[in-house]
């Protein structure tokens, strides 16, 4: 079964801190996302990365960005959190090619006070 | 810009009934579909995906039934059992310019069945 771990299941920060999530997946997949998820707004992506070192801008990106060194580890980065990027964030992976299923963690529900 | 509606915030059946969820796109150029099944405090897993060239795919009891002109997908579950609640997103995927897939996902709709 596909692996997809996330470092923390909650997480508090305070406004203005660097935050960090991790993320690992055990499958060899090429591609990694960053979602994340409100009420009433489903899943929206934030970055994703179809390479080792390589990242695009998903539809909601400002105030966040991706570090992707190692294949297998996939990194959000919340430069400066502010009370908005209070939220569920998910990590998935896939493999590269059309159709794929993307397979994700169990999440990280992150408090910005 | 909503390009996957789901426009049934929620649903209740019956154990043992059929479960019926319908999901909307807008983007003729989406050519692949998926649905998954959230419980609460894990993340989303897939369960069903169809190809655009199709129009039915059945795994189980579990049916994805996918109407092109009308731009419209259903999920059908039979018989529904009571682990069957939980979240269920619709997720469109097509190529970006870069030939890269990408998911976009409706809104959801919870399903609650009830023995």
């Known amino acids: 079964d596909v692996k997809v771990t996330q470092s923390s299941r909650y997480l508090v920060k305070r406004t203005g801190e660097k935050v960090f999530l991790e993320c690992v997946q055990d499958m060899d997949h090429e591609n990694m996302f960053w979602y994340r998820q409100d009420p009433g707004l489903g899943l929206r992506l934030i970055y994703f990365?179809?390479?080792?070192?390589?990242?695009e801008k998903g539809d909601i990106p400002e105030g966040y960005s991706v570090s992707r060194e190692k294949k297998e580890r996939f990194s959000l980065i919340l430069e400066s959190a502010s009370t908005n990027q209070t939220s569920m964030y998910l990590c998935?992976?896939?493999?590269?090619?059309?159709?794929?299923?993307?397979?994700f963690g169990d999440g990280t529900r992150l408090s910005i006070l | 810009d909503q390009q996957v509606k789901q426009n049934s915030p929620s649903l209740s059946v019956q154990e043992g009934r059929i479960s019926i969820l319908n999901c909307d796109y807008t983007n003729s150029m989406f050519d692949y579909f998926l649905w998954y099944k959230k419980y609460p405090a894990e993340g989303p897993t897939f369960l069903i995906s169809i190809s655009s060239i199709k129009d039915k795919n059945e795994d189980g009891r579990f049916t994805v039934f996918l109407n092109k002109s009308a731009k419209h997908l259903s999920l059908h579950i039979v018989p529904s059992q009571p682990g069957d609640s939980a979240v269920y997103f619709c997720?469109?995927?097509?190529?970006?310019?870069?030939?890269?897939?990408?998911?976009?996902f409706g809104t959801g709709t919870r399903l609650l069945v009830s023995p």
């Open positions: 990365s179809y390479d080792v070192k390589m990242k």
């Open positions: 998935a992976s896939s493999h590269g090619g059309n159709g794929q299923p993307q397979h």
């Open positions: 997720a469109a995927s097509g190529l970006k310019n870069t030939g890269f897939q990408k998911l976009v």
